[in-house]
């Protein structure tokens, strides 16, 4: 049902926690299924230098993050807000069509994350 890299991501979380002290925060809940996303950075130059997820959900849910977490580290604003939400689910093999709100978490999340970031 999940791919290999859902799994992976799933399994094997990256950058999961909480960054101490960190200059932009995000948090939003599906009120659907109720997953809850929190994303925090440390931002240095205009870049993700750290950034660290919590998430409550889905087997997918947790990978997006997972995965959105990976590739924003080290990204500038304008790369972290070029993702592409097709990309982000390709960086995980796909999603089954029922799992798709998880990737639409993972987005919204972000589209905070840089807004907060921004300020």
């Known amino acids: 049902m999940y791919s290999h890299q859902v799994l992976d991501h799933f399994e094997h979380p990256r950058?999961?926690?909480?960054?101490s002290s960190p200059d932009a925060v995000a948090q939003l809940?599906?009120?659907?299924?109720?997953?809850?996303?929190?994303?925090?950075?440390?931002?240095?130059?205009?870049?993700?230098?750290?950034?660290?997820?919590?998430?409550?959900?889905?087997?997918p849910a947790m990978a997006c993050a997972s995965a959105l977490a990976e590739f924003l580290e080290g990204k500038?604003?304008?790369?972290?807000?070029?993702?592409?939400?097709?990309?982000?689910v390709g960086k995980l093999g796909g999603?089954?069509?029922a799992s798709t709100h998880a990737s639409h978490l993972a987005m919204d999340a972000l589209t905070a994350l840089v807004r907060s970031a921004a300020k």
């Open 29 to 59: 809940e599906n009120p659907v299924c109720g997953d809850i996303l929190k994303l925090t950075a440390r931002i240095s130059q205009g870049r993700f230098t750290e950034i660290k997820f919590l998430a409550k959900g889905c087997v």
């Open 76 to 88: 500038t604003f304008a790369e972290a807000s070029a993702l592409k939400r097709e990309e982000l």
């Open 95 to 97: 999603l089954p069509e």
């Open 15 to 19: 950058n999961p926690g909480t960054v």
